[in-house]
T-cell receptor
């Protein structure tokens, strides 16, 4: 199993550009998450999904959109990039079958810089 | 709301020193508690966990005990190695519903030979 994969690894955007961060997992996990990690800070939840067709906002959703058309994929869209969105983005997944041991599996991250 | 507070870093130790990284939490209900580790250039990976009061999680020589009375989950290791250099995150989850994690700010640990 590849686990959770993310593309691209690095990206530089100009203010106002848009892009999609890709996330795919091959563990058949129903639950998927997007986090951002700012320098010296913990991870903050942007959006999450408990299954295909179901998404919900996390702590910091402004400026982002998500969709979940399949169990495997959970892309994150930035429509109008702003410098405040410069961050490292992590995708994660977990299975609700392990309710009392809900380890989340993380991808390697996408480092995004908006100039 | 739920929150996690970790001791401020960075922390620098010599090899074979004793390590403690403090973590306290505020939560409603009965959260599960986790320590995640992030090695340079990588994503986070689970180090250990505890799901109820007085549980002790352990892995790779690291230990943490879920203390409900002090709302703490401090990470300890008796003898650190250079390979333990990483950023350590304490986190909690309600363990129900969407199983969202709330993270502390992370503590950067550097071990010198």
């Amino acid at each position: 199993n590849a686990g959770v994969t993310q593309t691209p690894k690095f990206r530089i955007l100009k203010i106002g550009q848009s892009m999609t961060l890709q996330c795919t997992q091959d563990m058949n996990h129903n639950y998927m998450y997007w986090y951002r990690q700012d320098p010296g800070m913990g991870l903050k939840l942007i959006y999450y999904s408990v299954g295909a067709g179901i998404t919900d906002k996390g702590e910091v959703p402004n400026g982002y959109n998500v969709s979940r058309s399949t169990t495997e994929d959970f892309p994150l869209r930035l429509e109008l990039a702003a410098p405040s969105q410069t961050s490292v983005y992590f995708c994660a997944s977990t299975s609700p079958d392990r309710v009392y041991y809900n380890e989340q599996f993380f991808g390697p991250g996408t480092r995004l810089t908006v100039l | 709301g739920n929150s996690v507070t970790q001791m401020e870093g960075p922390v620098t130790l010599s090899e074979e020193a004793f390590l403690t990284i403090n973590c306290t939490y505020t939560a409603t209900g009965y959260p599960s508690l986790f320590w995640y580790v992030q090695y340079p250039g990588e994503g986070l990976q689970l180090l250990l966990k505890a799901t109820k009061a007085d549980d002790k999680g352990s892995n790779k020589g690291f230990e943490a005990t879920y203390r409900k009375e002090t709302t703490s989950f401090h990470l300890e290791k008796g003898s650190v190695q250079v390979s333990d250099s990483a950023v350590y995150f304490c986190a909690l989850s309600e363990g129900t519903g969407a199983q969202k994690l709330v993270f502390g700010q992370g503590t950067r640990l550097t071990i010198n030979p």
